[in-house]
């Protein structure tokens, strides 16, 4: 039983289309994240939701929406789609405010942007 | 704010030598730091972390870690490599943040076995 599980895990599209990915944790925890991996493999947190609220926003253009309809569910929206928006998007879950630093990650969803 | 630099992207080594994976950090305050690996096509997964306590943390797989405050070093090391161990590995310092952790990683150490 896949503890966070991420949709579709490849997604081939033409720039300007809008995608969604989405990501579900069955761990129970309070937080979950969006990580964006470059082709260089460089890791860099995009948002966080705690219990549904959004915590951390960094700098992500607004093309960009996550939504977090309830705690074990965090969607990633993203509008006209860019060629440097190809990456490799990781969802993530931790337990929170206990701030034990360990993230649970899901094996990734791959853009690719033609 | 927080950073953390890896040095070497790339690192070799034959089986059952040792391994080395170099990491330093920059933190205004006491950092909690984590060794991440990841294989190929897939996540991350916690090697081991360092919170408070003992400087010498050991994760799984053999691999042990040391906090060096003087030095701002974490270095991963493992005394004989296996072949299981060829992956990417990442450094990363925590600033938690409103109830969320926001871990800050390094730019990754790809490690190559050869046997």
């Known amino acids: 039983d896949t503890a966070v599980s991420q949709t579709p895990k490849y997604l081939v599209t033409q720039m300007g289309n809008d995608k969604s990915i989405k990501c579900e944790q069955n761990?129970?925890?309070?937080?979950m994240y969006w990580y964006k991996q470059d082709s260089k493999k460089f890791l860099k947190i995009m948002f966080s939701y705690n219990n549904k609220e959004l915590i951390i926003n960094e700098t992500v253009p607004n093309r960009f929406s996550p939504k977090s309809p309830d705690k074990a569910h965090l969607n990633l929206h993203i509008n006209s789609l860019e060629l440097g928006d190809s990456a490799v998007y990781f969802c993530?879950?931790?337990?929170?405010?206990?701030?034990?630093?360990?993230?649970?990650f899901g094996e990734g969803s791959r853009l690719t942007v033609l | 704010a927080q950073s953390v630099t890896q040095l070497g992207s790339h690192v070799s080594v034959s089986e059952g030598a040792l391994v080395l994976l170099r990491c330093n950090y920059s933190?205004?305050?006491?950092?909690?730091l984590f060794w991440y690996v990841q294989y190929p096509n897939q996540g991350l997964q916690l090697l081991l972390k360092?919170?408070?306590?003992?400087?010498l943390v050991k994760g799984i797989n053999g691999f042990e870690a040391e906090f060096k405050k003087s030095e701002t070093s974490f270095h991963l090391t493992k005394p004989s490599a296996h072949m299981s161990d060829a992956a990417e590995y990442f450094c990363?310092?925590?600033?938690?943040?409103?109830?969320?952790?926001?871990?800050?990683f390094g730019k990754g150490t790809k490690l190559t076995v050869n046997p």
């Open positions: 761990l129970g925890h309070d937080t």
């Open positions: 360092y919170t408070t306590g003992a400087t």
């Open positions: 933190s205004s305050v006491p950092p909690y």
């Open positions: 990363a310092v925590n600033t938690p943040q409103g109830g969320s952790e926001k871990l800050v």
């Open positions: 993530a879950s931790s337990r929170g405010r206990q701030n034990t630093g360990e993230l649970f």
